[in-house]
């Protein structure tokens, strides 16, 4: 479903050149839930974002369902990255939109008619638990919420896959635990595969069933989550 092929991220700045990413390969099966793990700059944040192309990798290929996005032209990237959803450990809403507004103008983008965009944002607010907050500003809402609405606004374009940047790293164990057991209920329900970044074992031990563990660039080890970090 998800398949990296020998990717490298390279940034060149002033005489520094660094290799974030260095010849990762990894696979997410469809409907499972994989988790990248490591400390801060071992690369995660640049691995995710190759796997939409918000980051272009200096070298490699990136594959969702057998088609290579890395081969894709513009026309054709865009089409598919609508069916990959993100979210963000700081929730990248729009503050002067209201809750309604985060959902729709987005799919009014992507042309989906007026009577099923309503249709969507009650839907989804209603999967999300937040029926009440249509007309909310996010300053308004706590964090755990913002999240709530960012989740509601990628599963409103009904996607395949769903990348998780460290989404629950700026929210309290209690948040963290609810906003984990929504995705899992997401996984479970929709089948969405999704593939998510932590520094956080616990994280991975609560949702995840495959891991790879990321160090200076490089995946060091990969597998269960159940063979590689057995629970105490
Ligand atoms: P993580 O998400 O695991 O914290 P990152 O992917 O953010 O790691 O960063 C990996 C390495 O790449 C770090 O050394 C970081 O400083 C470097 N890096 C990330 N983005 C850029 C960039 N835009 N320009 C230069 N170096 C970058
Ligand atoms: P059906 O084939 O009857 O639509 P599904 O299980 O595929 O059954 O979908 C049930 C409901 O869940 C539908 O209303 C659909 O819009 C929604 N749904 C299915 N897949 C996704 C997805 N990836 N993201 C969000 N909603 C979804």
Do not use: W
């Not at 640049?46 to 939409?52: C, F, G, I």
């Not at 249709?119 to 999300?128: F, G, Q, T, W």
């Not at 009440?132 to 919420?145: F, I, N, R, T, V």
């Amino acid at each position: 479903m998800i398949r990296l092929e020998n990717i490298t991220k390279t940034y060149k700045s002033g005489g520094t050149v660094t290799k974030a990413v260095d010849d990762v390969s990894i696979q997410v099966e469809k409907g499972s839930i994989y988790g990248v793990i490591g400390y801060s700059g071992a690369g995660k944040s640049t691995l995710v974002r190759m796997v939409n192309l918000l980051e272009r990798p200096t070298d490699g290929k990136v594959f969702i369902n057998d088609i290579e996005l890395t081969s894709l032209s513009t026309g054709k990237l865009q089409k598919t990255r609508q069916r990959i959803g993100m979210i963000f450990q700081s929730f990248n809403l729009l503050k002067t939109g209201t809750v309604y507004q985060n959902i729709a103008i987005p799919l009014k983008l992507t042309g989906v008619p007026k009577k099923e965009i309503e249709a969507r944002v009650d839907k989804y607010l209603e999967i999300v638990g937040l029926s009440d907050k249509h007309e909310a500003y996010p300053s308004e809402l706590s964090g755990g919420q913002k999240q709530r609405v960012a989740i509601a606004r990628a599963l409103a374009h009904e996607p395949e896959v769903l990348l998780c940047d460290e989404a629950t790293s700026a929210l309290d164990p209690d948040t963290t635990e609810s906003i984990l057991t929504l995705l899992e209920q997401i996984n479970r329900d929709f089948g969405i595969t999704i593939l998510l970044i932590t520094h956080e074992m616990h994280v991975v031990q609560k949702i995840c069933h495959e891991v790879a563990v990321m160090e200076n660039g490089k995946v060091i080890e990969q597998g269960r989550v159940v063979d590689i970090f057995s629970k105490p």
